[in-house]
């Protein structure tokens, strides 16, 4: 996330599939005003404490995977997804980045299985995945597939994408 202090004063992220909001309200605390913060997920009681850590991340309870599209006719400067895989949605969830804007996804990958959940194959990337599903307008700033040992032992894949200006 240290990248995030070169990003724009000012912008809007979206915290994706969020959980309890961790990525938000380190987010908040460490750059307080810097953005706008959004954060969805379908768990309420995890969103109700985030509200209570953090009042300034204004919280959006929607199943991203059942429900319709809950951001139509909305983009973000920055986009945010961490442990969370629904390859059905991949090219919505690209396209809310604006032009200009930046796509942080990590999640597990392959091999992950060794180290615990999620075992299942739906739920890991394999070699390349998040790349090959970019639009081409995405440039690919920074990208890791393999084996992390903090903050405990597990497979990821990790790609940081800018979308091309307008």
Not at 31 to 49: E, K, S, Y
Not at 101 to 112: C, I, M, P, Q
Not at 137 to 149: E, K, T
Request: a negative charge; glycine letters at 8%.
């Amino acid at each position: 996330m240290d990248s995030l202090q070169h990003w724009p004063v000012g912008g809007h992220l979206l915290d994706y599939a969020c959980g309890s909001g961790r990525h938000s309200t380190a987010i908040a605390a460490r750059w307080p005003g810097r953005f706008a913060i959004t954060a969805v997920d379908r768990d309420q009681d995890a969103l109700a404490g985030l509200n209570a850590a953090s009042p300034d991340v204004t919280t959006l309870c929607h199943d991203l995977e059942a429900a319709p599209w809950p951001f139509t006719d909305q983009s973000f400067d920055i986009v945010l997804v961490t442990n969370y895989l629904y390859r059905p949605r991949l090219a919505r969830l690209f396209a809310l980045v604006r032009p200009g804007g930046y796509l942080v996804y990590e999640t597990f990958a392959s091999g992950h299985a060794a180290f615990g959940r999620p075992r299942n194959p739906d739920y890991l990337l394999q070699e390349g995945e998040l790349a090959a599903h970019l639009p081409p307008d995405f440039d690919i700033l920074d990208y890791f597939h393999g084996r992390v040992d903090t903050p405990k032992p597990a497979m990821i894949q990790h790609i940081l994408a800018r979308r091309h200006p307008a």
